[in-house]
């Protein structure tokens, strides 16, 4: 079956410029995540939502990072007057939530972003 | 804060060789500890161990969850060139929602 799915998969932005990026999540699956994986470091919690409440942002870096998921599916995450410490792999997750709290999560391709 | 640590930060053997990969981890009330393997692309699922499942084994791989020393290892005998990725370890704490932390990775490279 289909996975997540992310686009695009790269990006280069000049610094200042805003970018959004998209995540469509397994269908079906409750939970969505965002996760930011610099240059040889493991994935960071960015934001976290289940269906189209964002439980958690505790992660975002700062308030120039906005995530969304109005209808409880498609996600994405947009981030205003790109940085160059922005440049990273951004990386969505999905995960089905069930009586028996499945938290396996379910990753994208990421978005490679590159700011100039 | 939760943390996990991974050692080693790199590791180069070569086709047949049994490797270990450590993980060991801070976490305010532990639920579940995991392994991804990320080659170019996504992260993708290895194992998940908890605290009623501290032993799992997938074909060469296998891994032990370890509560008292907070630790666990990832086992892969007979190594592949296939088996070249980076390997990540996850922990999900109770308190923190349904976010992982994870660790830095371990960079495994098998050469032929």
């Known amino acids: 079956g289909a996975g997540v799915s992310q686009s695009p998969r790269y990006k280069v932005a000049k610094r200042g410029q805003d970018v959004a990026l998209r995540c469509d999540p397994i269908?079906?699956?409750?939970?969505l995540f965002w996760y930011q994986q610099a240059l040889g470091q493991g994935p960071e919690f960015l934001t976290y939502f289940q269906n189209e409440a964002q439980l958690d942002k505790s992660g975002l870096p700062s308030d120039r990072f906005f995530a969304e998921r109005p209808e409880g599916s498609v996600s994405t995450l947009k981030i205003q007057r790109t940085q160059q410490e922005d440049s990273a792999v951004y990386l969505c997750?999905?995960?089905?939530?069930?009586?028996?709290?499945?938290?396996?999560?379910?990753f994208g391709p990421g978005t490679r972003l590159t700011v100039t | 804060e939760d943390k996990v640590v991974q050692s080693p930060l790199s590791l180069v053997v070569h086709e047949g060789d049994t490797v270990t990969l450590n993980c060991s981890y801070e976490?305010?009330?532990?639920?579940?500890l995991l392994w991804y393997k990320q080659e170019k692309k996504a992260p993708t699922f290895l194992f998940m161990l908890?605290?009623?499942?501290i032993e799992k084994k997938s074909g060469r791989l296998s891994s032990i969850l370890d509560k008292k020393e907070l630790s666990s290892i990832l086992n892969i005998t007979a190594t592949q060139t296939g088996d070249s990725a980076i390997y990540l370890c996850?922990?999900?704490?109770?308190?923190?929602?349904?976010?992982?932390?994870f660790g830095g990775g371990t960079r495994l490279m098998v050469k032929p």
């Open positions: 996850a922990v999900g704490d109770n308190n923190a929602g349904n976010m992982l932390t």
């Open positions: 997750a999905s995960s089905l939530l069930t009586s028996l709290a499945s938290y396996e999560q379910y």
């Open positions: 976490v305010t009330n532990f639920r579940s």
């Open positions: 908890t605290s009623s499942g």
């Open positions: 269908s079906g699956h409750v939970s």
